[in-house]
């Protein structure tokens, strides 16, 4: 069936709500994004999440949206926090799939020597690939240890400093996180895999800012023209896979009492306050937890090879977190409906937390410019750094988008690459990679993305955020 | 889409933007299972070798086809991705109206002998399909990778 949109201004189109949609959908896109007819299918989406019960204002969608389980990626939906349900499929497989961005006391030119040695030791310092494992082994014990703490686990063991939590969102750590509620498979899958990067999409990127476009805000956050940055973006791996998967199954077995009919098993859910769904809210607080002490640790080894490669002390480097946003989770937040402030679960999935300045969540350093956003490009093109707005508070909330989404299949890139080295076209253009997986780099190419300032263009001209640095690669490390 | 005939068992891969899918065939329910199980390692990896493994004995529960078949794959990738072991020589030993049982072979990947060919993360419901058609059974199932 193809759905219907209404253009409500240059940048949002209204799904009206019909049939079993209780609210209508909102689409943040433009022209471009919409007139694709591959999107018919992510639009049902966003107006099968509109029939959940205790859904709020509307079924929202971010310009990048795609095609995902269930809830499309880049979706967003916030639902009663007494009535409304909790899905995984609104949170992803990946639970808190997410990127950091750190920047250094260097320019471009203090490290375009030694580049080289810097990609290769980072490429063979941080585990990546698939099933890849780490060099820390967790026994049982100390595994729950990570799932209650997260970030703070990781500093607490050394790996990074307290200034790291803080430039965190949630400081790293959900507190609802209980380790007693997982599977133990879920356990056995995260044992050995903390401090690895993963496969697929998942990579590190060092990086220069590019052009600032919001020079007191990136001063805030401590960017200037031609500074070395550094890009992580990881998750739960095939921990928080496991707890996905388990929780999917559960309520699908449980989807049959549902006082209404799923319009995609996929969408499988449960009510916020039944037994299975906090079960599902304090179990996905454990994957992302594990993802944040997986990043921290990540960021940490990375600090290392910097020092170590570039012969510089810790103060020279001048290495700190500018930020550390999740993209796919589900929290408990406080936004204003009818007026009002209430709990709502904000389902964000492909979709990144956009507090504005003054919100109370923020740490003191960004608390007057709002909170910074990570919209990672393709390895060739370019990543933005935004800010959280007021408008987004009060629009999506508190959300916008999270990167480019692909464009071409895994297949379809890979016939595109055929003949061609991916590796030499990127250095061409001065940036260097290192993969592991065979198919990764063709899978992986520029092409095979969209073009994530059009994305970001969306966001900026809707208000939903606001540019604040474009960043450009150097050089990429790809699982 | 024409149906592809299914009085020989198989399967063939589905090209779809984020992820994979495959369109499953055989002569019967249970030869769908098998086929499906011998599939998913067919896409994963390279390399098995012959002769036999550890024999393991899965139960899976599933309350109609699609589920069943959902759940009997995310064990079988469970296997692989929790464990590290390939599975080969699947028999499926007893369907009935919640349960499926199946009789395999395993053997530990070892990077030396075997190669990662694609990496599937999960089994998903997603346009899920799985039924008798005029010719056998039939199944469509899409991959997260």
Redesign the interface.
Known sequence: MEIKVERIDRYRWRIPATGKMRVPGIVYADDSVLSRK?QNEPLQQVANVAALPGILKASLAMPDI?????FP?GGVAAFDWEEGIISPGGVG??INCGVRLAVTGLSRNDVASKLEALVNALYQTVPSG??STGNIRLDRKEEKKVLRRGSRWAVSRGYGEDADLAHTEEGGCLENADPDLLSP?AL??GLKQLGTLG??NHFLEVGTVETIFEPAVARAFGLFEGQVTLILHSGSR?LG??V??DF??RM?RLSKSLPFDLP???L?CAGIQTETGRAYFNAMACAANYAWANRQVLFHLCREVFQRVLDISPRDLAMHLVYDVSHNIAKKETHVIDGKPRPVCVHRKGATRSFPPGHPELCEAYRLVGQPILIPGDMGRASYVLVGTQKAMEETFGSTCHGAG???????AMKKSKGRSIQRELEDRGILVRWT???TLAEEMPEAYKDVSKVVDVVHGAGISKKVARLRPLAVVKG | MKAPAARKAGYRLIDHTADLGMVVFAPTEKALYETAGAALFDILAEGIPPGPGPAETLHIRGEDPAERMVNWLRELLYLWAGKGLLVRDIRVTRITEDRLSAAVRVHPYDPKRHGIKTEIKAVTYHRLRVGPTSKGWEAFIIFDV
Not at chain 1, 66 to 70: E, L, S
Not at chain 1, 406 to 412: C, E, F, G, I, Q
């Open positions: 591959e795609h095609w995902g389980y269930g990626i497989y990946d698939v099933g498979r056995e899958r496969s697929g095939g896979y496991q996905c998967d999917l199954g699908t995609d098993r996929q499988a692909r464009v071409l299949s895994r297949k379809a997986g065979r198919g």
